[in-house]
């Protein structure tokens, strides 16, 4: 048997699913004393070029509690045609069209390799996808322009048969009929007031589809498309010009106002307008977003300038008196939305907050994106925006919509709920635990927007009596179901059965210690902390997590933005736990723990500590937070290229070494989503600050004179060094211990 | 009486006569049918009228036909009347030819004359029906019946207002009465009986008019001739002078045919008095009596024709024996058995009425005669063949048939209305007042003798008393339900002589008789022509009226609005801003009050002036505005008085003393005045305008310049109509035609475009953009404006954009399904939209159905006609509900105006839909039924003007008075908050405003009663002014001086509109008693306080006021307080608003329409109006008329060929297209000149009248015949002389 390391990647690799712990404490007890729980990070689109399409649909289980999937650690009776639920175990006849099974004969979904298996449904409707703009326009010109261009050509990006749609707002909200013939039509509302979706279908006149669409009456009132939402192929021109004639909001803003922005309304109604037109069928809201709601449902701060939009501290000194009910309108939204498995997009442009603080959960709750920038006009947005309509090999869109994720487990084993981009779909099991962690309660989540990269946190209770104890060699196992609507329009089923050993902690500790996953446990813990610094006090989660766990990695999980609002803005906040709670393992690591790399003449790039005695002169540094890729040049390198000597052919070498690091972040730039602010900066730039406020200031102006040493540069802040951190720490574990 | 009135007419007529004879007749004819139909239940009874009527224009012809066949007519007039005995009846046909021959050939002449028009037709027709019916018994009979057919519908329309009374009235009281006499031929009797009893009895009174005419007869005998001959027969006979000889003649022709021929003659006979003036006095009297007495008796079945007939009838059998002793005597005694047909006032009205409708009605009828008459009128001969025919058919319906001989000879009735005289008789001593009325006539009759007869019978009226009045009365009798009311009074006075003996001789004597000739004292019935022709006052005024008005004499009345006159601002406003009802007004608050008149004005404050005058001058002040009052806030005028060497200034208003500011300081002459006077318009003008200082301007803030939005309803009717292509299509062409100041300049009014059915589209039309875009708002139930840039464009920047946009609503819109509309939503688009861009402006609406989509505003349909008559009929004209108060606030306080057009296909609650409409200021117009080939001329040019029209926005009127009085109510389409403050969101060049004064002090005759009028408002380029009115008035302590300076026309323009506005409030039957009390006490002040002693029973009208009664009857009956059964609730609620905001020419031409003949056109001038009677129709001619809304050209059945070619290109009457709505393009001068007319008509009125072709007896010559308003109307509205007569009733009883 390989390595623990190597069986963890691999069945990563397959799996997509990084556990915890990889051999299981036998008993409830055990398992609680482990501190950490048996969770895992389950990828559920991860990209798998190599599964072999099953056009056919999978063998469940004929108990109507268990309905599980025939998978390779079922036991088969070939003979008798049997085969043995490994969950409850049921045993289930093979459905007709399996007679021919036998041990040389067996079907995909047996064979061991394919933990993983994905189902095509062939039955029902193909739902066509459904691609609705929002669109600000309450903003410069220039923006506008860039942005209109972006939305322009993303028309190219959709396949032909998509369902294309555009709302624009400002402060009234513009329905935008397409494919009308000369004069452009659209239906507007008053940004100041919420509709229901029964009323928005009376004032879209969506209730009488026949009548007036003017369309064949009895044609099965296909709802594939309404006067709102077209296919692109047929409207591309039309909307092409109707981009391109979008003007900034018309209406007047007085000197010392905002303008009036009717962001919730129009978000509002298009969930409203895709909630009956195509409810329960993929669809992407994507709203661009110049700046804050002032007005109407979910405003977030009043049209006035000269009252500033609500802070960290406003909203802890309970200031912030939009806040409450702008969340809950944008609560409800998403509720709405991801109901009906629609996914609510947010591309906020501006240099001021947005409102993603009360708007989170619209992404959060469906999957969606939240994209933060300073403006349209930046590559981050355009680069970013483009990146949303990836493609596979095949040409499909690497995003998948309205998928819902079964969880089933083996009996001792019980679901205590799921951190990440999804709502609960409320379905009682038996493998449903009573404990609650992140959104628990239930075994079966609704997932609006998949990605490759979309990770949720699973979180399990083992439930085993120590007095029951688990025969040797036992294994639990646990199946991962993910239906989920492919971008070509088909319904998949993505089924992942995996299995961990059991072992008894007072005799098998050593096993179990080193089956521990120290990276997903510590992004598992993370999650769980951000889930808790979201729905609760913020240092109460700091002190619960100290004393949870104590690790290098706490120590920046700590100071990271996930945690710490400290210099962040509430939507910043907002935007950054977003990112942490979707993105895969890797991804999630970085975030918390940037990653340096050094260039310098005296070798290869070389991974450095992210800590201040890491900035030295002669040094290229590359951090990349995630969020942003820094390019930090030292002093003498700064010196250098402001020298020219880059221009020098004789110093062709210096020329490499600061194209190097370059070359690193266009790499990175280009693999990632969303596109990460690229900041080149030097010493003694304005924009080091970034690399300044990430490293550990182990050099302080407090201590820089006591070490005395000539290396890395000292931070001025008067937060604690690793150094102090740890060894507070110890002093901790050591009386904690006592 | 037509003839009658005819008459003084007749001279010109005379030439025109014989067309008019014929066409008249025709038209008759014609007329009846139509009317039959509706009239049905009493026409019936009348048509037997009619047939009389047949028989007074024989009676007419009498005076030849008389010679002729006097034996005859008498048999059969006497017949008719006494022995009508069908055996008779049998005879008289007999002599009927040669009576006809008789008449054919004298009346002929004298028709041609004066009477011809009525009178020619008639013999004809009358010898026809009755050689029919009298020669050949079987044959006659049909004949008879079909003129009675035809005839009783003449006669009903041509009595209309007795003959449709009274023959409901009549016939049934009659009818009993009549039976007996009917006995002999029990059917026509009965039916004859019934209703023209009464009249006839009160026709009898006038037969002892007829006795007066004995006076006249002298004069009168050529002229009765003339008339005589045609009345002669009738009165003649009975009367005195003719009598012997009429009667004779009478009874000789009358007898069979005479009956029908005699009832011609008087009635002709009638008409020429008028036409010679001597023979008036007489001619009218006798035409009373006899064509009355004539009339009724035999019409006392045939209520008219009867009459007629009887009248010619009675005679013969009376006439014979009266006539030799003497006409009155004669009458008595011919009369008791006349007596019950002539008794009634009504008789002489519908003698008048009948013989001359009967003339013309017989005229037709002539034709058959006409083979007979071929002796007669040429005219008649052929189209008495036709309209024979016409008749026969009419008429055999009828009772003619059966009865045609017995009726006829129901003349025969006469007898039985000898039987009836009695009762009739009572009525006819009601009738005596009747007797006043020919004292009157004959007053007039004397005087006028340099004016026609016409005149002549008016000046007594002028004079204030009528005697004609008298007749009325009578004619009430018959005509009103209450006839036994009228029967009281009416007995006394008309039965002339006898009756009035027997009845009320203290009725006779009116106070004129002693001016008056015995005769006409004498006579009872009221001869329409006697009474009081609105016609003649507007032909007097404008004969009076060459010299430019000037303003500067305070008190003095202007010339009335039917008068083209100049006009010179010297110090009080023009009569075309301001008319005043009293010019004098009353010192106090206890003369006011007993006198009852109206104190009001009307206000038209930026009427159009003609070309030849100046509009106001502007006038500025400076920065600090206008100069003004320091405590009353009255502005600069010249009423102020500068003291002190003009360093201050004394209020005319409250006397207040204030400082002259030292920029506008000036020296003052010897006189006192300001040497700058003449400089300055606010001293010297009575009329001018301010600039409005910023002090003046909302929100102190100087006005954007107004925005037009329109806003076009595309529901499936409106776009299957037509209406929205054709609004669209011509919205492109007008857009250039806005209103502006300055016609150098581009309007800057900017404008915006909704479109609607449940949702509203709103359309950006920016110039910047290819393509407009459309933008849909669905959330009617809060409405909001989508955008703002884009919306409102000006025109000439956004014209291509905007030309797409109207390019492409129709097609858009082409295949909606789209049934349900909004309307509340749509207004408040519009105001959101003007608010938004901070302006005012208007909007236009189109609309086409009652808004039920859920929406603010929504409305149900609770069009329920039980309810009308009820006194929950109010509510109907209360908007459904309080939304369109609310909102229509919100307009006035933004300065939204809004136009509504109409165009629906059912219900659409014009009552709520109006609200907003009026009390912004704004107009409704409506288009039932709306089709785009029919109605888009008219819709266009309504369009066209009410864009183009000059408008003031956002406007506030104070009207400031002197000390003393106090304006108290006002009357229009505004809003008001406050008590003082008129708010009008939009103010044109059409909308008048009506106020009422109270006293609230004395006031002084030395400084008499000043108002100044001040308008606040906001032209249409965006600039603020004041336009002030200045108006003063004199006061009086005298009434009669008050009543000598009143206007007619102003009192009715207040009366209807507070009327109008009273049925929201009040049972519609409160509302008339109201006005009808009003107006008796107005009158009974002045017969107590003014007039000269005389007798109770007569009737005496200030000069003034003397066509109050006709006015207001127009009024009762329009159609909003007197509701046909046709006429539906939205009509009734567009007329309350459209009444609302008429000055007085509009509320006078609406509620008198103005129907001209076409015969001859000349140049420069138009012809002379006729009385809205059908009687004054000739089935020869060519009718034009106009109400202000609607244009008829009525068609006569047998027009002249010419006529026919040079109006249609045909000569073909059939080949006439009744659905044409303009004239065909002629090349003839008559053609040219109708046109020019019509052109001219249309231009006069702020709408835009559809020319609508109504052919004799065709079916919508019921809708023509509405507008007939001497006459009775289908709803139950009184004729004329009905009215006059219950008028007078009522006078009586407040004065006793």
């Given at each position: 048997m390989a390595t623990f390391p190597e069986y963890i990647s691999q069945n990563e690799e397959r799996d997509g699913v990084r556990f915890s712990w990889n051999v299981w404490p036998s008993s409830r007890l055990e398992a609680t004393r482990m501190v950490v729980p048996v969770a895992a990070l389950f990828t559920p689109l991860r990209e798998r070029p190599d599964l072999p399409p099953i056009q056919y649909e999978p063998v469940l289980c004929s108990r109507a509690t268990c309905r599980a999937v025939l998978n390779p650690l079922c036991q088969v009776d070939y003979r008798a045609k049997l085969w043995a639920c490994n969950f409850c175990y049921q045993r289930n006849q093979f459905p007709p069209s399996y007679s021919g099974i036998s041990e040389v004969n067996q079907p995909a979904e047996l064979l061991p390799q394919f933990s993983t298996i994905e189902y095509v449904v062939q039955r029902g409707p193909q739902m066509p996808l459904v691609f609705l703009y929002v669109v600000d326009t309450c903003m410069e010109d220039e923006d506008l322009q860039a942005l209109k261009e972006s939305l322009q050509m993303s028309l190219s990006l959709l396949p032909p048969t998509a369902l294309v749609g555009l709302i624009t707002f400002g402060r009234m909200v513009q329905v935008h009929e397409l494919g009308c013939e000369g004069i452009s039509k659209s239906y507007v509302f008053r940004g100041t007031k919420d509709l229901s979706a029964k009323q928005l279908q009376e004032m879209l006149g969506l209730t009488k589809p026949s009548a007036n669409q003017g369309r064949g009456p009895q044609t099965a009132q296909p709802p594939l498309s309404n006067r709102f939402l077209q296919p692109v192929q047929k409207v591309d021109m039309n909307l092409t010009d109707l981009l391109g004639e979008l003007q900034r909001d018309p209406w007047p803003v007085t000197q010392g106002k905002r303008p009036l922005r009717s962001l919730g309304v129009a978000m509002s109604i298009a969930v409203g307008l895709l909630e009956c037109t195509f409810p329960n069928s993929g669809a992407r809201i994507m709203t661009f977003i110049g700046g804050p709601a002032t007005q109407g449902p979910g405003m977030v701060v009043g049209d006035e300038l000269k009252t500033p939009i609500r802070s960290w501290h406003d909203i802890e000194k309970d200031n912030a008196k939009f806040m409450k009910k702008a969340t809950k309108h944008y609560e409800s939204l998403a509720n709405r939305a991801s109901t009906n498995g629609h996914m609510i997009d947010m591309y906020a442009c501006a240099l001021d907050q947005t409102g993603l603080l009360e708007m989170k959960c619209c992404a959060n709750y469906t999957g969606g994106y939240m994209v933060m920038a300073d403006s349209f006009n930046t590559s981050l947005f355009k680069q970013t925006f483009q990146r949303v309509f990836t493609k596979d090999v095949q040409g499909s869109f690497k995003m998948a919509f309205a998928a819902t994720l079964e969880v089933k487990t083996s009996r001792e084993v019980k679901l205590s709920g799921a951190i990440g981009p999804c709502v609960s779909l409320n379905a009682k099991g038996p493998c449903v635990s009573e404990n609650e962690i992140g959104t628990g309660g239930t075994c079966q989540w609704k997932i609006c927007g998949l990605d490759p990269s979309t990770t949720l946190a699973l979180y399990f209770e083992v439930v085993n009596q120590h007095k029951a104890p688990i025969p040797q060699g036992g294994r639990g196992a646990i199946q991962f179901v993910s239906q989920y609507q492919h971008s070509s329009g088909q319904r998949r089923i993505r089924v992942t059965t995996t299995a961990r050993n059991w072992a008894d902690a007072q005799t098998q500790i050593q096993s179990i210690a080193a089956s521990f996953d120290q990276e997903a446990a510590a992004i598992l813990m993370a999650r769980l902390a951000v889930y808790r610094a979201e729905t609760e006090e913020g240092p109460d989660v700091?002190?619960?997590?100290?004393?949870?766990?104590?690790?290098?990695?706490?120590?920046?999980?700590?100071?990271?933005?996930?945690?710490?609002?400290?210099?962040?803005?509430?939507?910043?906040?907002?935007?950054?736990?977003?990112?942490?709670?979707?993105?895969?393992?890797?991804?999630?690591?970085?975030?918390?723990?940037?990653?340096?790399?050094?260039?310098?003449?005296?070798?290869?790039?070389?991974?450095?500590?992210?800590?201040?005695?890491?900035?030295?002169?002669?040094?290229?540094?590359?951090?990349?937070?995630?969020?942003?890729?820094?390019?930090?040049?030292?002093?003498?390198?700064?010196?250098?290229?402001?020298?020219?000597?880059?221009?020098?052919?004789?110093?062709?070498?210096?020329?490499?070494?600061?194209?190097?690091?370059?070359?690193?972040?266009?790499?990175?730039?280009?693999?990632?989503?969303?596109?990460?602010?690229?900041?080149?900066?030097?010493?003694?730039?304005?924009?080091?600050?970034?690399?300044?406020?990430?490293?550990?200031?182990?050099?302080?102006?407090?201590?820089?004179?006591?070490?005395?040493?000539?290396?890395?540069?000292?931070?001025?802040?008067?937060?604690?060094?690793?150094?102090?951190?740890?060894?507070?720490?110890?002093?901790?574990?050591?009386?904690?211990?006592? | 009486m037509n003839v009658n009135q005819h008459t003084p007419m007749a001279s010109p007529y005379g030439q025109p006569q014989p067309g008019y004879g014929h066409p008249g007749y025709a038209p008759l004819d014609g007329g009846y049918p139509v009317p039959y139909a509706p009239y049905n239940g009493p026409a019936s009874a009348y048509q037997p009228g009619a047939l009389p009527q047949d028989y007074s224009p024989f009676t007419s012809f009498p005076s030849k036909a008389v010679a002729a066949t006097p034996v005859s007519d008498l048999s059969s007039p006497l017949d008719l009347g006494p022995a009508r005995g069908p055996p008779t009846s049998g005879p008289p046909p007999v002599s009927v030819p040669q009576p006809f021959n008789q008449y054919s050939p004298s009346q002929g002449d004298v028709q041609n004359g004066p009477p011809p028009m009525t009178q020619a037709p008639p013999r004809p027709a009358a010898s026809?029906?009755?050689?029919?019916?009298?020669?050949?018994?079987?044959?006659?009979?049909?004949?008879?019946?079909?003129?009675?057919?035809?005839?009783?519908?003449?006669?009903?329309?041509?009595?209309?207002?007795?003959?449709?009374?009274?023959?409901?009235?009549?016939?049934?009281?009659?009818?009993?009465?009549?039976?007996?006499?009917?006995?002999?031929?029990?059917?026509?009797?009965?039916?004859?009986?019934?209703?023209?009893?009464?009249?006839?009895?009160?026709?009898?009174?006038?037969?002892?008019?007829?006795?007066?005419?004995?006076?006249?007869?002298?004069?009168?005998?050529?002229?009765?001739?003339?008339?005589?001959?045609?009345?002669?027969?009738?009165?003649?006979?009975?009367?005195?002078?003719?009598?012997?000889?009429?009667?004779?003649?009478?009874?000789?022709?009358?007898?069979?045919?005479?009956?029908?021929?005699?009832?011609?003659?008087?009635?002709?006979?009638?008409?020429?008095?008028?036409?010679?003036?001597?023979?008036?006095?007489?001619?009218?009297?006798?035409?009373?009596?006899?064509?009355?007495?004539?009339?009724?008796?035999?019409?006392?079945?045939?209520?008219?024709?009867?009459?007629?007939?009887?009248?010619?009838?009675?005679?013969?059998?009376?006439?014979?024996?009266?006539?030799?002793?003497?006409?009155?005597?004669?009458?008595?005694?011919?009369?008791?058995?006349?007596?019950?047909?002539?008794?009634?006032?009504?008789?002489?009205?519908?003698?008048?009425?009948?013989?001359?409708?009967?003339?013309?009605?017989?005229?037709?009828?002539?034709?058959?005669?006409?083979?007979?008459?071929?002796?007669?009128?040429s005219a008649g001969p052929p189209p008495t063949s036709t309209p024979s025919s016409q008749y026969q058919g009419p008429m055999p319906p009828q009772q003619q048939h059966p009865p045609s001989q017995p009726s006829p000879y129901h003349a025969g009735p006469s007898p039985p209305s000898v039987q009836m005289p009695p009762t009739s008789m009572a009525q006819s001593n009601h009738l005596p007042p009747g007797p006043q009325g020919p004292p009157c006539p004959p007053g007039p009759m004397q005087q006028p003798p340099t004016q026609p007869g016409m005149q002549g019978g008016y000046p007594p009226q002028q004079n204030g008393a009528f005697g004609q009045v008298r007749g009325p009365q009578p004619g009430y009798a018959g005509p009103y339900p209450g006839q036994p009311n009228y029967g009281a009074p009416a007995p006394a006075p008309a039965p002339a002589p006898p009756a009035q003996k027997r009845l009320d001789p203290d009725s006779i004597p009116s106070p004129q008789a002693s001016d008056m000739p015995a005769v006409q004292k004498s006579r009872h019935r009221i001869d329409p022509d006697a009474i009081p022709s609105p016609i003649q006052v507007i032909e007097d005024d404008r004969a009076k009226s060459t010299e430019p008005f000037t303003t500067g004499v305070r008190g003095q009345a202007p010339p009335l609005v039917t008068t083209n006159f100049q006009v010179k601002d010297q110090g009080n406003a023009s009569p075309r801003f301001i008319r005043c009802t009293a010019y004098n007004m009353p010192c106090t608050a206890d003369m006011a009050k007993q006198s009852q008149v109206p104190l009001a004005a009307v206000i038209k404050p930026l009427a159009t002036l003609p070309p030849d005058e100046t509009p106001p001058y502007l006038v500025d002040h400076g920065e600090g505005g206008p100069i003004r009052c320091n405590r009353c806030k009255a502005y600069m005028c010249p009423y102020m008085q500068f003291i002190e060497g003009g360093r201050r200034f004394q209020c005319g208003f409250c006397s207040c003393v204030t400082e002259v500011p030292p920029h506008y300081f000036q020296h003052l002459d010897h006189t006192g005045k300001r040497v700058d006077c003449y400089d300055r318009p606010e001293l010297s003008l009575g009329s001018y305008e301010f600039l409005a200082t910023v002090d003046y301007c909302k929100n102190n803030k100087l006005p954007q310049p107004p925005a037009f939005i329109f806003l076009i309803d595309v529901s499936y009717n409106a776009v299957k109509s037509g209406m929205v292509g054709i609004v669209c299509q011509e919205l492109k062409s007008l857009l250039d035609y806005l209103p502006r100041e300055n016609p150098e300049m581009d309007s800057v009014v900017r404008v915006g475009f909704v479109t609607y059915n449940k949702v509203l589209h709103f359309y950006n039309v920016k110039s910047s953009l290819a393509q407009p875009q459309m933008l849909v708002v669905s959330d009617v139930s809060d409405m909001f404006v989508p955008l703002l840039d884009g919306f409102l464009v000006n025109v000439n920047e956004s014209r291509l954009v905007i030309e797409s946009l109207l390019d492409q609503i129709p097609e858009m819109f082409a295949d909606t399904r789209e049934t349900e509309t909004v309307f509340g939503p749509v207004i408040?688009?519009?105001?959101?939209?003007?608010?938004?861009?901070?302006?005012?402006?208007?909007?236009?609406?189109?609309?086409?159905?009652?808004?039920?989509?859920?929406?603010?505003?929504?409305?149900?349909?609770?069009?329920?006609?039980?309810?009308?008559?009820?006194?929950?009929?109010?509510?109907?004209?209360?908007?459904?509900?309080?939304?369109?108060?609310?909102?229509?606030?919100?307009?006035?306080?933004?300065?939204?105006?809004?136009?509504?057009?109409?165009?629906?296909?059912?219900?659409?609650?014009?009552?709520?839909?109006?609200?907003?409409?009026?009390?912004?200021?704004?107009?409704?117009?409506k288009y039932t039924y709306f089709q785009a080939q029919s109605d888009q001329e008219r819709f266009l040019n309504d369009l066209r003007r009410d864009i183009q029209k000059l408008v003031g926005f956002d406007a506030v009127m104070r009207v400031r008075t002197s000390t003393g009085i106090r304006a108290t109510d006002f009357f229009g389409s505004f809003f008001m908050s406050n008590t003082t403050d008129v708010e009008l969101a939009g103010l044109d060049c059409d909308k008048a405003i009506t106020v009422e004064f109270k006293h609230d002090d004395k006031l002084s005759e030395e400084t008499g009663a000043l108002m100044q009028c001040a308008i606040l408002y906001t032209s249409c380029s965006g600039h603020r002014r004041l336009r002030i009115h200045n108006m003063a008035v004199n006061c009086c302590s005298q009434l009669a001086d008050l009543y000598r300076n009143c206007e007619t026309d102003t009192i009715i323009n207040f009366f209807s509109k507070y009327a109008f506005r009273g049925v929201l409030n009040n049972p519609t039957k409160a509302v008339r008693d109201t006005l009808i009390n009003q107006c008796a006490q107005i009158l009974a002040c002045y017969r107590k306080n003014?007039?000269?002693?005389?007798?109770?029973?007569?009737?005496?009208?200030?000069?003034?006021?003397?066509?109050?009664?006709?006015?207001?009857?127009?009024?009762?009956?329009?159609?909003?307080?007197?509701?046909?059964?046709?006429?539906?609730?939205?009509?009734?609620?567009?007329?309350?608003?459209?009444?609302?905001?008429?000055?007085?020419?509009?509320?006078?031409?609406?509620?008198?329409?103005?129907?001209?003949?076409?015969?001859?056109?000349?140049?420069?001038?138009?012809?002379?109006?006729?009385?809205?009677?059908?009687?004054?129709?000739?089935?020869?001619?060519?009718?034009?008329?106009?109400?202000?809304?609607?244009?008829?050209?009525?068609?006569?059945?047998?027009?002249?060929?010419?006529?026919?070619?040079?109006?249609?290109?045909?000569?073909?009457?059939?080949?006439?297209?009744?659905?044409?709505?303009?004239?065909?393009?002629?090349?003839?001068?008559?053609?040219?000149?109708?046109?020019?007319?019509?052109?001219?008509?249309?231009?006069?009125?702020?709408?835009?009248?559809?020319?609508?072709?109504?052919?004799?007896?065709?079916?919508?010559?019921?809708?023509?015949?509405?507008?007939?308003?001497?006459?009775?109307?289908?709803?139950?509205?009184?004729?004329?002389?009905?009215?006059?007569?219950?008028?007078?009733?009522?006078?009586?009883?407040?004065?006793?």
């Open positions: 700091l002190r619960w997590l100290d004393r949870q766990l104590i690790r290098l990695f706490m120590f920046h999980l700590r100071r990271s933005p996930f945690l710490q609002v400290f210099n962040n803005s509430p939507d910043e906040s907002s935007y950054y736990r977003h990112q942490f709670n979707r993105q895969d393992l890797t991804q999630a690591l970085i975030m918390v723990q940037p990653v340096l790399y050094a260039y310098s003449f005296s070798g290869p790039p070389e991974p450095v500590l992210l800590d201040s005695s890491s900035i030295l002169p002669d040094r290229i540094l590359l951090m990349d937070t995630f969020f942003q890729i820094l390019i930090y040049h030292g002093e003498t390198v700064a010196q250098w290229r402001k020298a020219g000597y880059q221009e020098m052919s004789e110093y062709e070498n210096f020329k490499h070494l600061l194209q190097a690091p370059v070359d690193d972040a266009q790499e990175l730039l280009h693999t990632r989503f969303p596109m990460p602010r690229y900041i080149d900066t030097e010493h003694g730039g304005s924009q080091a600050r970034f690399l300044l406020s990430k490293v550990n200031p182990s050099q302080t102006h407090n201590n820089m004179y006591t070490w005395g040493q000539e290396s890395g540069a000292p931070i001025l802040t008067d937060d604690v060094s690793l150094q102090v951190f740890m060894d507070h720490l110890k002093k901790l574990a050591v009386s904690s211990a006592a | 026809q029906p009755y050689n029919q019916g009298a020669v050949n018994p079987s044959g006659p009979h049909s004949s008879y019946p079909q003129h009675y057919g035809p005839p009783p519908s003449m006669q009903q329309v041509t009595n209309q207002m007795t003959g449709m009374q009274i023959n409901s009235g009549p016939p049934t009281a009659a009818g009993p009465g009549y039976v007996p006499p009917h006995s002999s031929q029990p059917p026509i009797s009965t039916a004859y009986s019934a209703a023209p009893p009464p009249a006839y009895s009160q026709a009898s009174p006038p037969a002892s008019s007829a006795p007066p005419q004995p006076p006249p007869p002298s004069g009168p005998a050529t002229s009765q001739q003339y008339y005589g001959s045609p009345q002669s027969p009738s009165q003649q006979p009975f009367n005195s002078s003719l009598p012997p000889t009429s009667q004779q003649q009478f009874t000789s022709p009358a007898p069979p045919p005479p009956s029908s021929q005699q009832t011609f003659p008087p009635s002709s006979q009638q008409t020429f008095p008028p036409s010679s003036q001597q023979t008036f006095p007489p001619s009218s009297q006798q035409t009373f009596l006899p064509p009355s007495q004539q009339n009724f008796p035999p019409s006392s079945q045939q209520t008219f024709p009867q009459s007629s007939f009887s009248g010619p009838m009675p005679p013969p059998s009376q006439a014979p024996a009266p006539p030799g002793s003497q006409p009155q005597q004669s009458f008595s005694p011919a009369q008791p058995p006349f007596s019950s047909a002539p008794p009634p006032v009504s008789q002489p009205a519908f003698i008048s009425g009948p013989p001359p409708s009967a003339q013309g009605s017989f005229p037709p009828r002539a034709p058959p005669p006409s083979s007979q008459s071929g002796s007669f009128p408040q688009a519009g105001l959101e939209a003007l608010k938004a861009a901070d302006c005012a402006g208007k909007l236009f609406v189109f609309h086409t159905s009652l808004p039920i989509a859920e929406a603010p505003g929504k409305l149900k349909n609770r069009e329920d006609k039980k309810l009308i008559g009820t006194d929950k009929e109010k509510s109907l004209f209360q908007p459904q509900v309080g939304f369109y108060n609310t909102l229509a606030k919100d307009c006035v306080a933004q300065g939204c105006c809004v136009d509504l057009f109409l165009f629906p296909n059912q219900y659409v609650d014009v009552a709520t839909l109006s609200v907003v409409p009026v009390s912004t200021g704004g107009s409704v117009y003014c007039a000269s002693p005389s007798s109770a029973g007569q009737l005496i009208l200030p000069e003034c006021m003397k066509l109050l009664p006709v006015y207001l009857n127009c009024v009762l009956k329009s159609d909003l307080l007197l509701p046909g059964a046709d006429v539906s609730l939205d009509d009734r609620a567009y007329l309350r608003q459209l009444i609302s905001c008429m000055d007085v020419s509009e509320s006078h031409v609406f509620f008198y329409p103005r129907l001209l003949p076409l015969l001859k056109l000349e140049s420069g001038s138009l012809p002379v109006a006729v009385r809205d009677s059908e009687e004054r129709l000739s089935k020869g001619g060519v009718y034009l008329l106009e109400t202000g809304l609607h244009l008829f050209l009525w068609v006569g059945a047998s027009a002249q060929q010419e006529l026919l070619l040079n109006i249609f290109g045909t000569t073909s009457f059939s080949q006439i297209d009744p659905s044409m709505t303009s004239l065909p393009v002629l090349d003839n001068p008559f053609s040219q000149r109708l046109r020019e007319i019509v052109d001219s008509f249309r231009a006069q009125r702020p709408r835009y009248m559809k020319l609508m072709v109504v052919k004799q007896e065709d079916r919508a010559e019921l809708i023509f015949r509405h507008f007939l308003v001497e006459d009775k109307c289908a709803s139950g509205g009184a004729s004329y002389v009905d009215f006059l007569c219950h008028m007078h009733k009522e006078i009586r009883q407040l004065l006793s």
